[in-house]
T-cell receptor
Framework: DADVTQTPRNRITKTGKRIMLECSQT?????MYWYRQDPGLGLRLIYY???????NKGEISDGYSVSRQAQAKFSLSLESAIPNQTALYFC??????????????FGAGSRLTVL | EDKVVQSPLSLVVHEGDTVTLNCSYE??????LLWYKQEKKAPTFLFML????IEKKSGRLSSILDKKELFSILNITATQTGDSAVYLC??????????????FGQGTILTVHP
């Protein structure tokens, strides 16, 4: 089984629909992240969480919300999806101490298409 | 605002060639720089560099950091078709709540032909 599991892997939806992307991890890491990837723009940070009670906005949080249900679970929601949220979304985790905090382990990605 | 620029954006070579990928950065409170390889799915970790001038090596891949000139290079010798991927550079911030946050470059797309 993968260390970081994302569901769904692919989703097509319509403008205005609510979408939730889920992430679970077996790494035992405290820190979890959501990134989106668009062609030519690299990976951009949406939200991050350093523990269950700590949620922080990243550089592109508008239009998104997150929930850290447990140490191992971090979900990303689009309350009302719009076409420019079409992208590949990655969940990642990292250790909380030392240089390991910089080394991210990524899930396989969730490809979202908003029509 | 933190900035990362990778070059070239894309590169096409033949098996056996040597390639050099470049990453320049401007990051507040720099701590380390990471390289990732992304094939069809999730990025996978290659190297983390924290000190200038010390080469990190893994098989045919090697990387070095210059903290004075704010750049890093990733070298791949004797390329193989399996090296075809997007290579991502990501400097990391240091300290406080920004610890562990990476700023990713746009990536270099490497294509290796047989």
């Amino acid at each position: 089984d993968a260390d970081v599991t994302q569901t769904p892997r692919n989703r097509i939806t319509k403008t205005g629909k609510r979408i939730m992307l889920e992430c679970s991890q077996t790494k035992g890491h405290d820190r979890m992240y959501w990134y989106r990837q668009d062609p030519g723009l690299g990976l951009r940070l949406i939200y991050y969480s350093f523990d269950v009670k700590d949620i922080n906005k990243g550089e592109i949080s508008d239009g998104y919300s997150v929930s850290r249900q447990a140490q191992a679970k971090f979900s990303l929601s689009l309350e009302s999806a719009i076409p420019n949220q079409t992208a590949l979304y990655f969940c990642a985790t990292s250790d909380s101490t030392g240089v390991g905090a910089n080394v991210l382990t990524f899930g396989a990605g969730s490809r979202l298409t908003v029509l | 605002e933190d900035k990362v620029v990778q070059s070239p954006l894309s590169l096409v070579v033949h098996e056996g060639d040597t390639v050099t990928l470049n990453c320049s950065y401007e990051v507040t409170n720099f701590r380390s720089l990471l390289w990732y390889k992304q094939e069809k799915k999730a990025p996978t970790f290659l190297f983390m560099l924290t000190s200038s001038g010390i080469e990190k090596k893994s098989g045919r891949l090697s990387s070095i950091l210059d903290k004075k000139e704010l750049f890093s290079i990733l070298n791949i010798t004797a390329t193989q078709t399996g090296d075809s991927a997007v290579y991502l550079c990501a400097p990391a911030n240091a300290g406080g709540t920004s610890y562990g946050k990476l700023t990713f470059g746009q990536g270099t797309i490497l294509t290796v032909h047989p």
